[in-house]
């Protein structure tokens, strides 16, 4: 994984320690739509919503100068099916290397133009959605074809040396036998892969957590061969400590001490502030103070360890520690 420029990489540490102290999000995820290409199963999004009200690119400085930032994840829905993306992205950055961009998305309607121009336009990071490292992936996300078609343009565009391309595969227990081929894959077509974790919040479904000792066990096992597979390119993108946490989370399928509304949350496609994409609650941006003071302070929700709460539950030491190991270029000591 490509390890962020210095001056870039001390900005980042510079505005993450002013919003941890100022009790300010580090992380935002912009929802930039509900619609989406795919019917995948784990979901509650799926195909066409209604799009009046989305914010428009104009909007969404008002959001970065109030929220400040340091890490953006654009997500939805599928943000692809904006064709205003390039815009809202363009309209997110600071001008300074800041912030943090990532595309969260199913790439059904990726080309390499739009890679190229996104890339142009700030994003730091693609993160691309992979549950299975054949055609189950079509059966998984409703979408005839879709594997193919990453098949042919994820190793075109990470022949290209931008080393920016992250495979997303979120374990359930449909695939978690899958986790080692899911890394073949990505090594194949020379992209870097992040594990996350299957939550019922979203849709309700249990069946698709580890619900037998031999899911764990081998959920466990795959975790384990992963283990022995890191190496100084950084291409297993989850920290140590993230895939035991990870382990920890499908084992009692539950996962607390969640900062939700504090250390990330997320903008909906209208424009209102959620504390994540499965809490319900709307506050208006103005509002962002109540939200901490009415949700997260009393939040005992625990149904989930999705990446951005993997990212920032640590204490802000081991945060930082593994950041700067990882993705900043700065000496960890
Ligand atoms: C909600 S999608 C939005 C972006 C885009 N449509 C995509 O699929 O990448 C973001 C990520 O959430 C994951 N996801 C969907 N349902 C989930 C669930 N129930 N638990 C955990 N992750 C889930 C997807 O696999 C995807 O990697
Ligand atoms: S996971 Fe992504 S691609 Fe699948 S239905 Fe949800 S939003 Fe769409
Ligand atoms: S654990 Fe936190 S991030 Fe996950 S669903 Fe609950 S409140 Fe949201």
Redesign the pocket.
Same mark, same amino acid.
């Given at each position: 994984m490509r390890k962020v420029p210095l001056t870039e990489s001390l900005r980042i540490i510079g505005r993450g320690t002013r919003n941890w102290v100022a009790g300010r999000p580090i992380v935002v995820s912009f929802?930039v739509t509900d619609a989406?290409?795919?019917f995948?199963k *784990?979901?509650? *999004?799926g195909g066409a919503r209604d799009e009046s009200r989305n914010l428009k690119p104009a909007d969404y400085p008002r959001y970065m100068e109030a929220l400040r930032p340091c890490v953006v994840q654009v997500?939805?829905?599928?943000?692809l099916m904006r064709p205003d993306l390039t815009e809202i992205v363009r309209n997110i950055q600071c001008g300074n290397g800041l912030p943090y961009t990532i595309l &969260? $998305?199913?790439?059904s309607l990726m080309t390499a133009e739009r890679y190229l121009e996104l890339r142009a336009a700030g994003v730091d990071q693609f $993160? &691309?959605?992979l549950?299975f490292p054949d055609a189950r992936h079509d059966e998984f996300?409703g979408h005839p074809g879709l594997f193919s078609h990453l098949q042919d343009l994820v190793p075109r565009l990470t022949a290209l040396g931008h080393d920016d391309i992250v495979l997303? !595969?979120?374990i359930?227990s449909e695939n978690v036998g899958e986790i080692n081929a899911l890394a073949d894959q990505a090594r194949a077509w020379g992209a870097n892969l992040c594990y !996350?974790?299957? !939550?019922?919040?979203?849709?309700g479904?249990r069946d698709?957590l580890l619900n037998s000792t031999d899911q764990l066990a081998t959920l466990n096992r795959e975790f384990d061969r992963v283990e022995k597979r890191r190496d100084d390119t950084n291409w297993i993108v989850n920290a140590p400590s993230t895939l035991e946490a990870t382990r920890q989370y499908f084992e009692l399928s539950a996962a607390p001490g969640c900062k939700a509304g504090l250390r990330f949350l997320v903008v909906t496609a209208d424009g209102a502030l959620q504390p994540c994409?499965?809490q319900f609650g709307k506050y208006k941006l103005e509002d962002r103070t109540r939200m901490v003071e009415e949700f997260t302070a009393h939040n005992t929700c625990d149904e989930?360890y999705? !990446?951005i709460r993997s990212y920032l539950d640590k204490s802000f030491p081991k945060l930082l520690r593994e950041n700067v190991q990882e993705f900043l270029s700065v000496k960890a000591r």
């Amino acid at each position: 994984m490509r390890k962020v420029p210095l001056t870039e990489s001390l900005r980042i540490i510079g505005r993450g320690t002013r919003n941890w102290v100022a009790g300010r999000p580090i992380v935002v995820s912009f929802e930039v739509t509900d619609a989406c290409t795919c019917f995948c199963k *784990h979901c509650d *999004h799926g195909g066409a919503r209604d799009e009046s009200r989305n914010l428009k690119p104009a909007d969404y400085p008002r959001y970065m100068e109030a929220l400040r930032p340091c890490v953006v994840q654009v997500s939805g829905g599928e943000p692809l099916m904006r064709p205003d993306l390039t815009e809202i992205v363009r309209n997110i950055q600071c001008g300074n290397g800041l912030p943090y961009t990532i595309l &969260v $998305s199913n790439w059904s309607l990726m080309t390499a133009e739009r890679y190229l121009e996104l890339r142009a336009a700030g994003v730091d990071q693609f $993160s &691309v959605s992979l549950d299975f490292p054949d055609a189950r992936h079509d059966e998984f996300r409703g979408h005839p074809g879709l594997f193919s078609h990453l098949q042919d343009l994820v190793p075109r565009l990470t022949a290209l040396g931008h080393d920016d391309i992250v495979l997303n !595969s979120c374990i359930t227990s449909e695939n978690v036998g899958e986790i080692n081929a899911l890394a073949d894959q990505a090594r194949a077509w020379g992209a870097n892969l992040c594990y !996350s974790a299957y !939550s019922a919040r979203r849709t309700g479904c249990r069946d698709y957590l580890l619900n037998s000792t031999d899911q764990l066990a081998t959920l466990n096992r795959e975790f384990d061969r992963v283990e022995k597979r890191r190496d100084d390119t950084n291409w297993i993108v989850n920290a140590p400590s993230t895939l035991e946490a990870t382990r920890q989370y499908f084992e009692l399928s539950a996962a607390p001490g969640c900062k939700a509304g504090l250390r990330f949350l997320v903008v909906t496609a209208d424009g209102a502030l959620q504390p994540c994409s499965m809490q319900f609650g709307k506050y208006k941006l103005e509002d962002r103070t109540r939200m901490v003071e009415e949700f997260t302070a009393h939040n005992t929700c625990d149904e989930c360890y999705v !990446s951005i709460r993997s990212y920032l539950d640590k204490s802000f030491p081991k945060l930082l520690r593994e950041n700067v190991q990882e993705f900043l270029s700065v000496k960890a000591r």
